[in-house]
């Protein structure tokens, strides 16, 4: 099976959205340099720095399934059943829609059972492949639960003062960390990925 990461793009002070779920000023690195990368979502591009393109590109071909909540499910409308990164999705929830408009895609998977069943149901869809965890809620019960292999960051030179923090309702505690194996400074951004030591 492949690893198991959390990736965000987070502000200097910890939070990956406003707490209206705006991400605001975070994703400015979308849009700061010249290379256009497109999305499964077309036309949906990027304009990335050649930095943050190569980086962004690497990231995205390792991924084989994402896990996410029911919160952000909603509110990109499951992305219509086509996630931008072209890659099926697995939704932790406590309810499943019933009348979902795009449940025909296929694409998503929900899981009713904990943060260990998703987990388990992304790594068998993904293969060998990476399984993207969301940040927020899903992050940190994932984190608790020792199932996380690495943490990745797009550091964000902005302060939200209060919002969505990257990690939810987990013990700092059992937050440990190993030195950073990426540092890759760019315009607006720096991509960071630390090991998860347990």
């Not at 400015?28 to 930095?51: K, R």
């Not at 071909?61 to 499951?78: E, M, N, S």
């Not at 943060?115 to 969301?134: H, M, N, P, S, Y």
Request: charged share 15%; glycine share 10%.
């Amino acid at each position: 099976m492949g690893k198991v990461i959390c990736n965000a793009s987070v502000s200097l002070d910890g939070f990956v959205a406003h707490p209206d779920n705006n991400p605001g000023r975070l994703f400015d690195w979308y849009e700061a340099g010249e290379v256009e990368v497109h999305t499964a979502s077309e036309p949906a591009t990027f304009h990335l720095t050649p930095t943050s393109a190569e980086y962004w590109r690497d990231w995205v071909g390792q991924i084989g399934c994402l896990v996410v909540g029911r919160l952000l499910f909603d509110i990109t409308d499951g992305w219509k059943g086509q996630h931008p990164l072209g890659v099926p999705f697995v939704v932790l929830t406590h309810e499943p829609p019933h009348d979902w408009t795009h449940a025909h895609t296929g694409n998503a998977h929900f899981v009713t059972d904990g943060i260990e069943a998703a987990v388990a149901q992304a790594q068998q869809i993904a293969g060998d492949r990476t399984v993207a965890l969301a940040a927020g809620t899903i992050a940190g019960q994932a984190l608790a639960a020792g199932l996380v292999d690495e943490v990745a960051i797009d550091l964000v030179p902005v302060v939200l003062g209060e919002g969505h923090p990257y990690f939810a309702d987990v013990d700092p505690a059992l937050v440990r960390l190993g030195d950073p194996t990426v540092v890759i400074p760019s315009t607006r951004v720096t991509h960071m990925v630390f090991p998860v030591q347990r």
